[in-house]
Nanobody
Framework: QVQLVESGGGLVQAGDSLRLSCAASERTFSTYAMGWFRQAPGKEREFVAAINWSGGVRYYADSVKGRFTISRDNAKMTVYLQMTSLKPEDTAVYYC???????????????????WGQGTQVTVSS
C-alpha cells in the first residue's frame, strides 16, 4: 500500500504562488495516476487536477485552469501542484491521491483513487 505525504502548504497573499509536493513511498508510483483534491471548511472535497501515469495527459477543474499546473517526476516518486495567481477562494486543505493502474472511473471523481495523503493547508489572504 502506497503512502502519500503532502508538503508545501502555507499562508500566502492573493496573487502569490505556491508549489505543493506529494511524495510516494513505493516505486510502483510510476504506474499510478495521481490527483489533487481540496476541501474547504463546510464544503465537500473537490477535484483540482489529475495526471496520468506518464505525465502525458492532464486534467484540471475549470476553477484552476490556466493558474495551476500538475506535473510528476517518476524518478523522484513525486507529484507537484504549481499554483499561481492564488485567490482567497483557493483556501482549503489540499490532498493528493493515487489510483491503481486498473482502477476504473473518471479522473475527476474521488472514487477512482485508492490512496490518499493526510493533506496540507493552503490559506490565501485577501
Amino acid at each position: 500500500q502506497v503512502q502519500l505525504v503532502e508538503s508545501g502548504g502555507g499562508l500566502v497573499q492573493a496573487g502569490d504562488s505556491l508549489r505543493l509536493s506529494c511524495a510516494a513511498s513505493e516505486r510502483t508510483f510510476s504506474t499510478y495516476a495521481m490527483g489533487w483534491f481540496r476541501q474547504a471548511p463546510g464544503k465537500e472535497r473537490e477535484f483540482v487536477a489529475a495526471i496520468n501515469w506518464s505525465g502525458g495527459v492532464r486534467y484540471y477543474a475549470d476553477s484552476v485552469k490556466g493558474r495551476f499546473t500538475i506535473s510528476r517526476d517518476n524518478a523522484k516518486m513525486t507529484v507537484y501542484l504549481q499554483m499561481t495567481s492564488l485567490k482567497p477562494e483557493d483556501t482549503a486543505v489540499y490532498y493528493c491521491a493515487a489510483s491503481e493502474p486498473y482502477s476504473s472511473g473518471s479522473y475527476y471523481s474521488r472514487n477512482k483513487y485508492d490512496y490518499w495523503g493526510q493533506g496540507t493547508q493552503v490559506t490565501v489572504s485577501s
